[in-house]
């Protein structure tokens, strides 16, 4: 990055002037995912800027049977009205962790009416076990706050 700004400002005729990209809004943010259909799985998932305009999904639940192995998606709509074809896929939750990285920026992703759900397995697909929407109303608190 300096060797490209020196090389920007070795070439520019004019007075230098240094540009910094905005800050994202609440990024990272962390949303809560809550329990579907009498599971009793919850936990969080945070979003986080990635170089090449990307975004890093983590996913921690709780309550996740052992040795599970759940798949997770992003969908239309929220979690009460979930477009079952997903948006962007994302690593199974296994020992109630899951780490992706996808190619959306993440400013967007809180601006497109997503939410995170969780499927009970690849054979069980249809029921889901967690669900947390992408909005501002559904971002967990930092701790010790």
């Not at 809180?110 to 992408?134: M, P, R, W």
Request: hydrophobic share 35%.
């Amino acid at each position: 990055m300096k060797a490209q700004l020196a090389v920007a400002l070795f070439f520019c005729a004019g007075p230098a002037i240094a540009v910094t990209a905005p800050s994202p809004s609440g990024i990272p943010a962390t949303i809560k995912i809550a329990p579907q259909n009498g599971s009793g799985e919850t936990g969080t998932a945070t979003f986080t800027p990635a170089e090449g305009n990307k975004t890093k999904v983590q996913i921690r639940l709780k309550g996740e049977p052992k040795g599970a192995s759940q798949p997770a998606h992003l969908h239309a709509g929220g979690c009460a009205n979930l477009d079952p074809n997903p948006k962007y896929g994302l690593q199974n939750v296994v020992n109630g962790k899951s780490t992706t990285t996808i190619a959306v920026d993440p400013n967007l992703l809180f601006e497109k009416n997503l939410a995170l759900n969780v499927h009970k397995s690849a054979q069980d697909i249809k029921t889901y076990v967690a669900c947390g929407d992408l909005s501002k109303a559904n971002l967990a608190k930092p701790a010790g706050k």
